[in-house]
């Protein structure tokens, strides 16, 4: 089973989908929905292996987490939830998944927004998430949770019980009374493959409308990378978060402001 969130379900207009990093969850989208996206219908979803959605059994391959079947059980949410041309907003691996969208339903897609990621992935930012995924730190408590992404995460732009709503999306208590996170960590041995040839995934990005968002500190999309996505892509609006590293929330004002301006252009 697979969690998904609906918020506004009867709202008219375009919807939202919104898919989220490579081991986050729907809840990381419920600020846009109260934002930028309010008075749309807007669908996240846990991926397998994350959040609430299922777990592998023991010995199970971890391909099921994968990009592959990540990108057909979006397909299979949308048709089920009815949603067409959606503005897609793929944080991280979930803009990836979004540029696998392109190439593979592109009538799905009313518009994107890529937060944080490009084509290419910077290798320093990739080691950090593969050592992130595969960790199980066993916390003692949200406290816990809360100084150790302190700790361990770039500047987020952060504060107070932002930082716990973070912690809470990302690790939950278990069996034992620890914390720990809230995906199979098993996620990891997927990202020991190669990084394929990324750069075709986002031609298939070429007529739709698409912002980039962009963390000024991010060592996952480069500042470099995002000059040549603009180049390729024509008609490509950018918006870069000061002070913040991978990923932006969404909810800074830049990154509102950046896409409500998408919804008009797309609504128009």
Known sequence: MLRVL?????????????????????????????GAAAGRRVVALDYAGRGASFRLPAGADPARYGAEACVRDVMDIAAALGLHRAVVVGTSFGGLLAMGLAAARPGLLGGVVL?????????EGARFVRRFVADDPALADLAACVAHLRAILPPLGLAGAAWEAMAALTYAPGPDGRWHPLWDTRIARLLDAPTPDLWPLFGALAGVPLLVVRGALSNILAAETLARMAAAHGAMASVTIAGVGHAPSLAEPEASTAIAALLARVDG
């Open 6 to 34: 609906d918020w506004n379900p009867d709202a008219a207009g375009r919807p939202l989908l919104c898919l989220p990093g490579l081991v986050r969850t729907a809840g990381d989208f419920a600020p846009l929905a109260a």
């Open 115 to 123: 937060n944080d990621i490009g084509p290419e992935i910077g290798p």
